[in-house]
């Protein structure tokens, strides 16, 4: 357990106030797993904390939290919510049923029914070494259980990013969704439309990223949410040609999982281009039909089609960048005569695209041949780049065939 996080819950203890480890360290712990993060839950008041730490920070609007500070870790504390209120001014409710400000402070036993799954409203007394559970958290837990907290499609409809938490902890725990909790998602999975892109890029990433993105993946096109967070993408998987597709996003999951289980990294933008490469190239095809060429065309393809994206997850800017590079170096991978080669294996995001390149050439989507040439080519010695490069004799013998034709020409007089 953190040292830092059960400095945190003695220190509230000893200055009179409750409190708990909650939430997902709880859930992990009990798994055996290292948790991500250690959230503390307490009856005191953000301003109470931030008395009680002189390494504190109160931060949030739709919550109001404090984070306590050590060097690069940060525990985050939550005073205990409710979800009942006379004064309505510090809660407030969408017509839709969103809930868009929370800030009612409760008691512990109102805090446990504002928690999503049953085995996320688990929390660990340090006092006794105790865990509290209202909601059958422990059971659930022991039967890799994901069970919503209350009335699932009510709890949805409040926040649809749960429909996404569900799927990611299924994944991540290798818990099953408890039928009631799974069956209002295939109808409201279309909420998440109202959910502010921003937040959707932070979960989006949070679930392919985590080690098991191809199960995340297949769980949600199952639910019918990914293509409410990947329309154009879901559209080309949908009309998918000779298999290619639905292949490409697969393999640069699989891809991905097994990089993260080999202790390598993994960057957002290369499975984001992944992601939208169909859609790239099919806007691009459109684009030359219209009379561009094919440089100019990709351009655009990658504009028009990035811009529609950020419409359901906000992607930032740097990331955004990098994946039209990603995409338009792949153009450059065909010029292989002369300096062009030298120049593209300089770039700062030439390793990614040949990345990229491989999976495209190991599902169909490129000429193997270029893929294997480039693949020699960052391996042969300075000679050798130099002989690949040269452009090819073919025009030097046609120059030979045709002087040796004039000859013959002229000795025929
Ligand atoms: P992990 O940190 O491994 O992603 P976690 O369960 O700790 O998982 P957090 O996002 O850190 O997830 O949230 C901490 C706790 O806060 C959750 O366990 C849950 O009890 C509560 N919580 C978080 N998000 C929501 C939500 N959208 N609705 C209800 N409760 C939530
Ligand atoms: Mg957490």
Not at 339 to 368: C, I, K, Q
Request: proline fraction near 4%.
């Amino acid at each position: 357990m953190s040292k830092n996080a059960v400095n945190v819950l003695n220190k509230l203890n000893k200055a009179g106030y409750d409190a708990y480890l909650v939430g997902g360290c709880v859930r992990d712990l009990l798994l055996g797993y290292e948790p991500k993060d250690f959230d503390v839950a307490t009856d005191a008041s953000p301003e109470q904390v931030k008395k009680v730490f002189r390494n504190c920070r109160l931060i949030g609007r739709r919550f109001r939290l404090a984070h306590v500070f050590f060097g690069r870790e940060i525990i985050e504390v939550a005073t205990f919510r409710s979800s009942n209120s006379d004064d309505n001014k510090d809660q407030k409710v969408h017509e839709d049923g969103r809930l868009l400000r929370d800030n009612v402070f409760g008691s512990i036993e109102d805090d446990v029914w504002r928690r999503d799954f049953t085995v996320n409203a688990l929390y660990y007394n340090i006092r006794d070494f105790s865990i509290i559970d209202y909601t059958g958290g422990m059971d659930d837990h022991t039967a890799g259980i994901l069970k919503l907290i209350g009335d699932p499609a009510t709890r949805y409809r409040e926040d649809p990013v749960r429909m996404l938490r569900a799927v990611r902890f299924a994944v991540k725990l290798g818990f099953s969704l408890d039928q009631a909790t799974e069956k209002p998602i295939f109808e409201l999975a279309p909420l998440l439309k109202g959910i502010p892109a921003a937040r959707l890029y932070d979960e989006t990433l949070k679930m392919f990223l985590s080690g098991k993105g191809i199960q995340a993946f297949e769980m949600l096109r199952h639910y019918g949410l990914f293509k409410n967070l990947f329309p154009q993408s879901d559209h080309c998987l949908n009309s998918e040609q000779n298999n290619f597709p639905r292949i490409f996003i697969a393999k640069a999951l699989e891809n991905s999982d097994k990089r993260i289980a080999d202790g390598k990294s993994v960057t957002p933008y290369f499975l984001m281009a992944a992601f939208l490469w169909e859609a790239v190239q099919g806007a691009a095809k459109e684009q030359m039909r219209g009379g561009d060429d094919e440089s100019i065309a990709y351009q655009h393809a990658a504009s028009k089609v990035l811009s529609a994206q950020v419409k359901s997850i906000s992607i930032p800017k740097r990331v955004t960048q990098s994946m039209r590079e990603v995409w338009l170096l792949q153009l450059r991978f065909e010029k292989r005569i002369g300096g062009r080669p030298f120049r593209l294996l300089g770039h700062p995001r030439f390793r990614a695209a040949y990345d990229f390149l491989l999976l495209r050439a190991e599902t169909g989507g490129a000429d193997s041949k270029v893929a294997e040439w480039w693949t020699k080519f960052q391996e042969a010695s300075d000679a050798e780049q130099k002989k690949m490069t040269r452009p090819p004799r073919k025009s030097k013998s046609k120059a030979k065939t045709k002087a040796k034709n004039k000859k013959i020409k002229s000795d025929n007089g």
